[in-house]
């Protein structure tokens, strides 16, 4: 029903910057959106979420150098990563849910990106 796809995922050194993008076809109106990320042996963490009326949640890892936002008339969702480190490292995930207030538990959300790879060297 609701397909998303990110995008903006790369290669980086570290303290550099790096925009990811998630793009929402199908019907996608009234959601909130998500940011999760997966490193190699571990468990998927939350990053970052936004309601759709652009209340913004941060995890430990993320505040202060990572920005959410959105564009509710594209359907799109942007984090923007600065100060990047090799802890940063991961596959990074969209997903979507119809919540609207606390919105960092994988559980919430139903709608899954395929995800992005973010490599930071040192």
């Known amino acids: 029903q609701v397909q998303l796809v990110e995008s903006g995922g790369g290669l980086v050194q570290a303290g550099g910057s790096l925009r990811l993008s998630c793009a929402a076809s199908g019907r996608a109106v009234s959601l909130s959106m998500g940011w999760f990320r997966q490193a190699p042996g571990k468990e998927r963490e939350f990053v970052a979420a936004?309601?759709?009326?652009?209340?913004?949640y941060y995890g430990d890892s993320a505040k202060g150098r990572f920005t959410i936002s959105r564009d509710n008339a594209k359907n799109t969702v942007y984090v923007q990563m600065d100060s990047l480190q090799p802890a940063d490292t991961a596959v990074y995930y969209c997903?979507?849910?119809?919540?609207?207030?606390?919105?960092?538990?994988?559980?919430?959300?139903?709608?899954w990106g395929q995800g992005t790879q973010v490599t930071v060297s040192s």
């Open positions: 997903a979507a849910t119809s919540d609207v207030a606390r919105l960092s538990s994988l559980g919430q959300y139903d709608v």
């Open positions: 936004i309601s759709w009326s652009s209340v913004t």
